[in-house]
Structure formats: C-alpha cells, structure tokens
C-alpha cells in the first residue's frame, strides 16, 4: 500500500465548478501538506502549502488538513479552463525538509 | 519559468547503456533534489545535494549516482539502464526548510529501448 493515495481521475468539470482534490495518506509522521500543480510536459509548481492541521486560502483556492482523519483537500473555486492541469498532493515529514512524498495525480479538465 | 534548467529534454537509448542528465539550479540556490516521476509510482524523491554534499537519499537504486559540482550544478548518472527506468526524471532546487518553496525544472524524458 502506498503512503499516500490519490484519485487518478480524470476529472472532467464544467467552467465555473468548484472543485474538489483529494488525498488519503497512512504515515501518521507527516506534518507538512502541499498541493502542486502540474502543466502537460511541465515540472510541478507549488500552489499551496499547510502545516499541521486547518484551512489555508489564496485566492480561488482552499486547501483543508484533516490529521485524525488522514485526509487532505484542495478546493477551488470558479474552475477555469487554464486550471486544466494534473494536481499532485505532497507531504513530508518533521525534519524532512523538502524531501517529499508525493500522490500520483488527479488529472483535471475544465471544460468551457 | 522556474529558473531550473534541465538537459538535455528527450533521452532515447538502449538497456544496459549509461546515461547523464544534467541539472542547473536557480541562481543562489543551495539545494539540488532529483526526483523520478513514472506513471505507476508517481513522482519519487532519489537524492539531495546541498552545497557539494549529498544531503538525503531517497528511493534511489545503486545502479544511479549523483553528484553536485562546486559551480552548483548536479549530474544524474544512470548505468547497466533497464527497460522499467523510463520515466521523467527532475531537479528542483530550493531552501532545505519545510516553508521553503521548491522549483522545479521541465524534467528530462528517458526511454529505454
């Protein structure tokens, strides 16, 4: 079983939906949540980063930590076509800097 | 653009073949991180170099070395290559902190044929 798991998808929304992203994970040790966006033929950008349990917010963007639950989210809202893109969950450990584990990717498609 | 540069982008080569990627981090970065990314197994971390020291090792097989040069790029050196080592291999670099963003480069596409 992996350490964390993740929705392959594809995920197919029309423009102005609210998404949701989701990932499940085992490894209790994990205290830092990350969410990253990744463009077709593209390296991974950073989107939102969280430490511990809550809620962050930027802009259209909402990621959520449940630590009881193991369970980790990214909302966004008033989808947009240019938010087409694969969503890689990431986390790490306490002392672990960035040396991440990431999910395999939910592949999400905003259609007009 | 990330700032991270990665060469070359398309590797196509035999089993059994040794092979070099190369990695040039952001100006004033520190840190190098290689990552393999594969559609089965995702993206996974193979190896930290900060500053010409290898920093942590991940998932990496032996048959892969790297190193950090004092000009701060990294190379990725993959030997006696197999057919299950395709995959896109990136370099991040960034601060070694856990609120320290990491950038990542286009990656480098290997086949093995």
């Known amino acids: 079983q992996k350490e964390v798991e993740q929705d392959p998808g594809p995920l197919s929304v029309p423009e102005g939906a609210i998404v949701s992203l989701n990932c499940t994970y085992s490894?209790?040790?994990?205290?830092?949540f990350m969410w990253y966006r990744q463009y077709s033929r593209k390296g991974p950008e950073l989107l939102m980063y969280t430490y511990s349990s809550g809620n962050k917010e930027d802009g259209r963007f909402t990621a959520q930590v449940d630590k009881s639950s193991k369970y980790i989210s990214l909302f966004i809202r008033d989808s947009q076509p240019s938010d087409s893109a694969t969503y890689l969950c990431a986390m790490s450990r306490m002392g672990g800097g960035n040396k991440l584990t990431f999910g395999t990717g939910t592949q999400l498609k905003v259609e007009l | 653009d990330s700032g991270v540069t990665q060469t070359p982008k398309h590797l196509i080569t035999a089993t059994g073949q040794r092979v070099t990627l190369r990695c040039s981090p952001r100006s004033g970065d520190l840190s190098v991180y290689w990552y393999q990314q594969s559609l089965d197994q995702g993206l996974q971390f193979l190896i930290q170099y900060y500053n010409g020291e290898e920093r942590a090792k991940g998932n990496i097989l032996e048959r892969f070395s790297a190193q950090q040069f004092p000009d701060l790029h990294s190379e990725l050196n993959l030997s006696s290559l197999e057919l299950g080592d395709s995959a896109l291999y990136f370099c991040?670099?960034?601060?070694?902190?856990?609120?320290?963003?990491?950038?990542f480069g286009s990656g480098t596409q290997l086949s093995v044929l």
């Open positions: 490894n209790s040790a994990f205290q830092y």
């Open positions: 991040a670099s960034g601060g070694e902190g856990h609120n320290e963003k990491l950038f």
